[in-house]
């Protein structure tokens, strides 16, 4: 750990991304470290609401995000979970099960991971037919049924993309009426494939080694469902566990200012781990924008 960086970027989805892009043009010694490249916009089907696209799929957006970053040289660690992060005086730690990083900064943009259902059967049939990715796996079910948990816009986003590939897609939604945009809600009630279980919740997948069926219940009772595969799209942990040196809200997003400060000097955060209200592609990129803005002008106010 003999090197000091300017920055530490902790992720590489739409915040991540941008603060690497703002960082490298501002000629900071800069390194992202990253499970993944792209977070979950890999993980979306059709983007029609990023600027400059009036329509791109969530991969091919991913993919363009990582050929920017690409441009500018940026080291960049992929495939490492952060474990902690831990300040000292000037500077701040980075550990991963590979090793450990110091820099001056910190722009903390690991965004969030599915949460599960927490019911009988979901582990014993996950990657059996039960999945949290529609964008990944969808193609795996092409004409069979299927069961989207959920309903908001994650939910609808899954539900659509699976009626290009599937037999019949079942929404089982919890609350009394499906969330998310009017305008993602007007494609699924258009739909003659979708079938949508509103008040309703999964309490058991079934199955021998892959997925038969669901039980569900209803206002109207328990019922089973036959499908061959289950959607989870429920809602997104923030994935901030390692970050015990800054302030979070009660569901453990990290508390941010309008500037992205954390409280912490020389810590920020951006993105979908952060309390901002809007959890949007677009969002995540401006903050982690502001972050390395931030990060540089924090720098140069201590030299």
């Known amino acids: 750990m003999s090197k000091i960086y300017d920055l530490i970027i902790i992720g590489a989805g739409p915040a991540g991304i941008t603060a690497g892009v703002y960082a490298a043009r501002k000629k900071m010694d800069c390194l992202v470290i990253s499970i993944d490249i792209g977070g979950q916009t890999a993980w979306s089907g059709d983007v029609e609401n990023y600027t400059g696209y009036q329509f791109?799929?969530?991969?091919?957006?991913?993919?363009?995000?990582?050929?920017?970053?690409?441009?500018?040289?940026?080291?960049v660690k992929e495939g490492e979970e952060v474990k902690s992060l831990n300040s000292q005086r000037d500077t701040h730690k980075v550990i991963t099960a590979k090793g450990g990083y110091e820099a001056r900064t910190v722009i903390i943009a690991s965004g969030k991971r599915s949460r599960a259902l927490g019911v009988p059967g979901e582990e014993k049939f996950r990657n059996k037919g039960l999945t949290y990715c529609a964008t990944c796996d969808g193609p795996f079910f092409e004409d069979k049924d299927v069961v989207i948990v959920g309903g908001g816009n994650s939910a609808l986003d899954a539900a659509l993309q699976m009626d290009k590939i599937a037999s019949f897609i079942t929404i089982v939604n919890v609350t009394p009426a499906l969330g998310g945009d009017e305008v993602m809600k007007e494609k699924v009630a258009g739909s003659k494939k979708i079938k949508v279980l509103n008040g309703s919740e999964i309490i058991e997948v079934i199955g021998d080694k892959f997925v038969d069926k669901v039980k569900v219940r209803t206002p109207s009772g328990e019922t089973e469902v036959p499908c061959k595969g289950v959607f989870v799209e429920i809602g997104?942990?923030?994935?901030?566990?390692f970050a015990t040196n800054v302030k979070k809200n009660e569901i453990g997003e990290i508390m941010v200012d309008c500037q992205t400060e954390t409280g912490t000097p020389g810590i920020f955060a951006a993105g979908d781990v952060t309390n901002v209200t809007e959890k949007q592609i677009i969002i995540a990129?401006?903050?982690?924008?502001?972050?390395?803005l931030r990060a540089f002008k924090y720098l140069a106010g201590k030299r």
Do not use: D, Q, R
């Open 285 to 292: 990129a401006g903050e982690g924008a502001k972050a390395a």
């Open 236 to 241: 997104l942990i923030p994935n901030s566990e």
């Open 56 to 75: 791109v799929s969530g991969p091919e957006l991913a993919a363009k995000f990582e050929e920017h970053i690409k441009k500018y040289k940026v080291e």
